[in-house]
């Protein structure tokens, strides 16, 4: 386990424990003889705190320290596992993805990002239909958000506003529609694909082996699901 995620788990077990407590920062800072700064960073994961530090943390709590080993991987299993059981139609968040991803009828394209990943049976959650376009189809991707009323990020107001959608003009390449969110890059020629069903809805997708995610938990998720599927009893 990296430095950094251990000061986040530490962080987020102290908080559960003392907000089940009904403690205040304030009270726990108190009650161990350290600071409430101190209690604040340690809960949020901005300092590598001493074993003595989350012990006296711990023990004001009722609680004590205890250290055991799990298998390598076991907590990215035990994501795939919660995620796979929860119901599909959930993972896929409040937006109509097939019905979206019919709409760019003849639009050439190849579907990346999380969608592309939970339609080969990934369990993942997902939040935009990440789209790669050729740079020749630009005016033609800008006529079909157009025809959907598409809103484009700001990233100066932080939202989705009524701005002029054209991806040739700068700005963020994401957008809204009715059906959900979208985010698009450009290539010169489409990358590699696969054509996928799925609940009678026709998806071109890059395969797994190619996919890549910025976001470290669904790198970790599909890395993962990559190595289980490769070796079903590691």
């Known amino acids: 386990m990296g430095d950094y995620r251990l000061r986040l788990e530490i962080g987020q077990l102290l908080r559960a424990r003392r907000a089940a407590a009904g403690w205040s920062q304030d009270l726990l800072a108190r009650e161990s003889g350290l600071t409430q700064t101190v209690v604040s960073r340690v809960e949020r994961g901005l300092v590598p705190a001493t074993v003595d530090t989350v012990e ?54 190849v579907i990346e990002g999380p969608l592309a990943a939970l339609v080969q049976d990934v369990p993942i959650t997902v939040d935009a239909l990440d789209l790669v376009l050729t740079a020749e189809d630009l005016a033609a991707f800008d006529l079909w958000l157009r025809r959907h009323s598409a809103l484009r990020w700001s990233e100066r107001w932080q939202q989705f506003r009524s701005s002029n959608p054209d991806p040739r003009i700068d700005g963020p390449l994401r957008w809204r529609v009715t059906f959900g969110q979208l985010r698009a890059r450009f290539v ?47």
């Open 56 to 109: 006296r943390l711990l023990a004001a709590l009722g609680l004590q320290l205890r250290v055991g080993a799990e298998r390598l991987d076991a907590h990215v299993d035990a994501e795939l596992a919660r995620l796979a059981a929860i119901p599909l139609a959930m993972r896929l968040g409040d937006s109509d993805w097939p019905y979206l991803v019919r709409q760019l009828g003849d639009l050439p394209h």
């Open 188 to 234: 010169t020629d489409l990358p590699e694909w696969l054509e996928v069903h799925h609940g009678g809805t026709a998806y071109r997708v890059r395969p797994l082996a190619a996919l890549e995610f910025e976001d470290p938990t669904a790198a970790g998720l599909l890395r993962r699901y990559l190595e289980r599927s490769r070796h079903p009893d590691g």
